[in-house]
């Protein structure tokens, strides 16, 4: 299958800051990404969803000024947590893929800690 | 809205025992995904599911999907304690993926 590098892996970061997460991928083009949470022993839940040139579409209940979401190249996408809290520590999950109705392919996520 | 419901959300079973995971889903799909997680790591893609009555078997595991029912199984053959992990099962739909609540699988040796 297709690759998807997530960087950082794991990132510790103090309360107020903010930590840019990346997603990139690596052999093929993604007009489509998705950005996900996963707090401990539950589900992913998908936070936004990030086309290509567009801004991206935020589910229900996510702070769009709180994760900024940058999707500005076919490769790149950015998930930016701006002033972050302790409660804004989780696993964070990215998506990609070529277009609607194609496989999506995994990052291999980023564990985010605020201290 | 596309709802996924996973269950059981929790197994515990014994080796060598077959045992089936299901996913309902409440509006039709593009495609549907099952995915197996370990503990602290990522997702690790274990069968795609295109059509109805697609049927994917690996090793122990074997998915299928009926989209009329809405409905996939993950079933287990005689499991073995490497197969202790979370099972998630997404829908792909209208440009969303959503998972379902995961499946924790326990298989004591």
């Known amino acids: 299958g297709a690759v998807v590098s997530q960087h950082p892996s794991r990132v510790i970061c103090k309360s107020g800051t903010s930590v840019k997460i990346e997603c990139r991928s690596l052999d093929f083009q993604a007009t489509t990404m998705f950005w996900y949470r996963q707090f401990p022993k539950q589900s992913l839940m998908l936070m936004a969803t990030?086309?290509?040139?567009?801004?991206?579409?935020?589910e229900q209940g996510v702070e769009k000024d709180k994760f900024l979401i940058n999707h500005a190249s076919l490769t790149l996408s950015t998930l930016t947590v701006t002033s972050a809290h302790p409660e804004d520590s989780s696993f964070y999950i990215c998506?990609?893929?070529?277009?609607?109705?194609?496989?999506?392919?995994f990052g291999q996520g980023t564990r985010l800690t605020v201290v | 809205e596309l709802k996924v419901e996973q269950n059981p959300l929790f197994l515990s079973m014994q080796e060598g025992k077959n045992y089936t995971i299901y996913c309902n889903y409440s509006t039709t799909s593009d495609r549907l995904y099952w995915y197996r997680q370990d503990p602290g790591k990522s997702l690790e893609s274990l069968f795609v599911l295109l059509s109805n009555g697609a049927v994917k078997q690996e090793g122990r595991l074997m998915a299928s999907l009926d989209t009329k029912a809405r409905l996939s199984t993950l079933h287990i053959t005689a499991a073995v304690h490497d197969l202790s992990a979370t099972y998630f099962c997404?829908?792909?739909?209208?440009?969303?993926?959503?998972f379902g609540k995961g499946t924790r699988l326990h298989i004591l040796p």
């Open positions: 998506s990609a893929r070529t277009g609607l109705g194609t496989e999506a392919f």
């Open positions: 997404a829908v792909d739909r209208d440009d969303k993926i959503i």
């Open positions: 990030s086309n290509e040139g567009s801004k991206a579409t935020y």
